[in-house]
Nanobody, 127 residues
Framework: QVQLVESGGGLVQAGDSLRLSCVVS????????MGWFRQAPGKERDIVAT????????YYADFVKGRFTISRVNAKRTVYLQMNSLKPEDTAVYYC????????????????????WGQGTQVTVSS
């Protein structure tokens, strides 16, 4: 079955960096757009970044542009989120998700455009 397992979260100070990883199994990884979402306590789950199946197209939410980078290594069945210059407002549970297909010409940003999710990894940024 489809599985997505995130790792790499933790407690850091403002200005630090973290790299999240999401290892997947159970499907042809390169055939799907992948996304990272985040959800802070009491808030909605928001898109952070997306990457197309072969990695050629990426999207970033405005609040992470210039600080976060999404990438993937299809041979390792892994998608990454490199997070630099972290801020306290980046504190959230971060989720890896598989889009319903490979959105080569567009960027899936809604939750209903994704059909499989990881369990999430907590990122806490102290000031």
């Amino acid at each position: 079955q489809v599985q997505l397992v995130e790792s790499g979260g933790g407690l850091v100070q403002a200005g630090d960096s973290l790299r999240l990883s999401c290892v997947v199994s159970g499907f042809t990884f390169s055939s799907y757009t992948m996304g990272w979402f985040r959800q802070a306590p009491g808030k909605e789950r928001d898109i952070v970044a997306t990457i197309s199946g072969l990695g050629g197209n990426t999207y970033y939410a405005d609040f992470v542009k210039g600080r976060f980078t999404i990438s993937r290594v299809n041979a390792k069945r892994t998608v990454y989120l490199q997070m630099n210059s972290l801020k306290p407002e980046d504190t959230a549970v971060y989720y890896c998700a598989r889009a319903r297909w490979d959105y080569r010409g567009s960027y899936p940003r809604r939750i209903d455009e994704y059909d499989n999710w990881g369990q999430g990894t907590q990122v806490t940024v102290s000031s």
